[in-house]
């Protein structure tokens, strides 16, 4: 198998969800820990267009972005099956997480507000977001893939992380 080595940093969600994704997968690594104040050469040449983290490096050929680098992972290892099979299913799976991606300005938004009117505007719009997640992604079911973790789910675990 060629070697896999994940370039992160400690504390970043897009990190985990490559890490926990990789767990999963049962997916042996390097993990190599970036100072994102004094950024590596590989870093840099492994992601010229956005210098950041996470960058997967499997055999040699860098993957950048974590939503990306989580597709390549479910299509580079096929055991543990992060997507469901159906395409269907997997279409409303894809939608969910592009759902979260659309979202996610709201979430930074409630974080970085300081209080007053805009925290309040931002945490409308959070609590109207994750009604909507809660109500039409999840149902009853205690995954978004029911009863097991899937891809969306990682996309997501972000949020508690």
Known sequence: MAEVKLH??????????????????????????EDLSNKSELLLKYNPVYK????????????SESLVILEYIEETW???PLLPIDP????????????GV???PIFIDFFRSTGGEEQE??????????RII??????????????AINLVDISYGMIAY
């Open 121 to 130: 505007k931002t945490k409308k719009e959070l609590l109207e977001a994750l």
């Open 8 to 33: 992160g940093f400690w504390s970043s969600p897009f990190s985990h969800r490559v890490i926990w994704a990789l767990k999963i997968k049962g997916v042996n690594y390097e993990y190599i820990e």
């Open 78 to 80: 096929p055991n543990n």
């Open 134 to 147: 809660e109500e039409q992604a999840l149902g009853d079911k205690k995954f978004f893939g029911g009863n």
């Open 88 to 99: 269907y299913d997997k279409a409303i799976s894809r939608f969910w997480i592009q759902f």
């Open 52 to 63: 950041k983290i996470p960058v997967l490096v499997h055999g040699g050929k860098p993957i």
């Open 102 to 104: 659309d979202k996610s």
